[in-house]
């Protein structure tokens, strides 16, 4: 258990060095920990009577109180996120508080982006492929030559460099807990997940056709809700400006197995769809069901492919985008009419 755990770190600390009170937490220490943390969740009980032991937490940075909790989990959290050592200074008298002292402390983007890679890393572009590939042999359109099925990624950084650059610019204007995000031809759900990552939307929704890459979706959403949303929620809670409590909305996560033609968009706020293997039919197809939905709303493409309609306007271009089939153009539509 975590409390046997720091009590024998703090017991060692003293045979080694009673004068120096200091435990310095090595990368692998952490991740022991972070272990350990995971194999035994505490149950809620357990997590209060700890945090009445521990007295108050507090993680500092210079001298500064960056975070005060109460949440014992949420210090662990934070520091399984954090990508500089950690140094823990434990009192004479025992655990009666516990500091965390960050050098420095992990930009959020670097903290978001962890949250990403550690939720994603099983889930590849490969084993994507693959399982689409074994779809797409059980449906005769794909065999006629209809390439819309192909599978293919669009990575983590250069997917929030564009949502960055549309908060930043304000063609959105979204608070936390507000926003719809889609994503029509979601694959195995990573950018549904980059998406909640970067903004607390209130709804972050994919629709894929294919089996297969839905249920690694329904996997990843098994393990978001399993841990990667507690480790979110730590990092806003340590980045959140003091008693705004908006950013630590949760949002509700979701995944469909249809066709992306089928669905009603008009409450959605961004829509992102990978268009670099649709044909000109598909893409008056998106046109249409894009129809209902309110002025302002966005529209994300890829592979330069505008959509064709004059409801919309191209609002932003972003050349030479990388992706998992080669660089690309990705065109940001704004709704006009
Ligand atoms: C290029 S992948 C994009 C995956 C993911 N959105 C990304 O960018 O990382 C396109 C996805 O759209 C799906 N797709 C194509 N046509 C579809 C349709 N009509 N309805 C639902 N999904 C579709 C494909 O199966 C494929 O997984």
Redesign the pocket.
């Known amino acids: 258990m975590e409390w046997k755990l720091l009590q024998k770190q703090n017991s060692r600390v003293k045979k080694r060095a009673l004068s120096a009170e200091v435990l310095k937490l090595s990368i692998k220490a952490k991740a022991k920990l972070k272990l350990r943390l995971k194999r035994r969740k505490l149950k809620q009980h357990e997590e209060q009577k700890l945090c009445t032991m521990l007295g108050n937490v507090r993680i500092t940075n210079g001298g500064t109180t960056i975070a005060s909790s109460a949440s014992f989990s949420t210090v662990f959290t934070y520091l399984s996120c954090a990508t500089v050592p950690i140094t823990v200074p434990i009192s004479r008298d025992g655990l009666q508080s516990l500091e965390c002292v960050t050098s420095e402390t992990c930009a959020d983007s670097d903290a978001h982006r962890l949250i990403y890679e550690k939720l994603t890393s099983d889930i590849t572009a490969d084993l994507?492929s693959s399982a689409?590939s074994t779809?797409?042999e059980c449906l005769k359109r794909f065999m006629k030559g209809d390439s819309?099925?192909?599978?293919?990624?669009?990575g983590y950084d250069a997917?929030t460099h564009v949502l960055r650059k549309i908060f930043d610019d304000k063609l959105v204007l979204l608070k936390p807990g507000q926003g719809t995000f889609l994503?029509?031809?979601?694959?195995?759900g990573?950018?549904v997940f980059a998406a909640a990552i970067f903004h607390a939307f209130r709804i972050c929704k994919?629709?894929?056709?294919?089996g297969n890459?839905h249920r690694l979706a329904l996997s990843l959403l098994h393990k978001w809700n399993r841990d990667a949303k507690y480790r979110l929620k730590a990092c806003r809670e340590l980045s959140m400006s003091s008693g705004d409590v908006s950013s630590l909305h949760e949002t509700d996560i979701c995944f469909i197995q249809?066709?992306?033609?089928s669905q009603d968009y008009a409450n959605a706020d961004i829509i992102?769809?990978?268009t670099?293997?649709?044909n000109n039919s598909?893409m008056h197809?998106i046109a249409s069901i894009v129809e209902n939905t309110r002025v302002g709303t966005v529209l994300i493409t890829?592979a330069g492919k505008i959509i064709p309609s004059k409801r919309w306007r191209v609002a932003m271009v972003f050349k030479d985008i990388v992706?998992d089939?080669g660089l690309s153009k990705l065109i940001v539509h704004e709704k006009v009419a």
């Open positions: 994507g689409a779809d797409r819309s099925l192909v599978y293919g990624e669009l997917f994503d029509l031809g979601s694959g195995t990573k950018l994919g629709v894929e056709l294919l890459l249809s066709d992306f033609r992102y769809v990978a670099t293997c649709f598909m197809d890829t992706t089939w």
